[in-house]
């Protein structure tokens, strides 16, 4: 099976979670295991833009964009500025992994209003391109083999009082391990901000009787 890279601690869930929280200046300390886990290194600061807002309005996409049948995806810069949003605020940011045998449980939250808004917001968004099928990031080969197979994942959130808490599930074993992996892309998207979103993520390999 393949192992998760993150710190891991464990939660009172009563489940292998593995969980990140960035307080400023604070370095995480590996501490009970559940899984094998290589250390996180504290991040550089993170360049802190301007805050841009998600809502709309703020302009078409540039390029990268490109929906299902190739046409331009309105919402693609709104998606990036929330990306971006996010990545420079990652050390405000707190997640938690369940693993379940069928994909993945996460809560992902902030102390601060603002960034938990823009977490809440960039689920809903995520949510309705894995319904709708409507690919982002397709640069990277793992956010394209996610959307590849977007039909198959089922997800389910709901706003937590400081974020969102995610169930992403599928029946597909193949699939089980891509929302496995993207969620620990995501945790590292937390860590490493805008320099994790230019590299691009390996594809799991397909389940041995698949
Ligand atoms: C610090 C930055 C980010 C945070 C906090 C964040 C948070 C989340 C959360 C909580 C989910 C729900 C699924 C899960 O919990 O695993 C999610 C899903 C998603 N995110 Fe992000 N994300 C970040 C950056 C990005 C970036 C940079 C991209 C793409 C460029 C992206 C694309 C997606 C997509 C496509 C999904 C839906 C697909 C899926 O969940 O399998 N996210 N994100």
Redesign the pocket.
Known sequence: MRTLSAVVVTLALGAPVLSQTHQPGQLEAPQAQQTAASSVQAPPAQPQGPPQGPGPGSGMGHGMGHGKGGAMDAQHQADMEL?HY??DH?RE?T?A?KVLPDG?E?V?ESDNPEVASR?QA??LS??A??KEQRP??RR?PL?AE?FAHADK?E?R?ENTPKG?K?V?TSGDPYVVRL?QA??EV?SL??TH?RQE?MKNHEVPARPAAQ
Do not use: P, S
């Open positions: 990306f996010l990545g990652g940011i997640r992994i993945v996460t992902t977490i960039h689920v995520m949510a391109r894995v982002i990031h990277d956010f996610v994942i997800m959130h969102v995610v992403e929302i993207h969620a995501v998207f937390i901000g979103m």
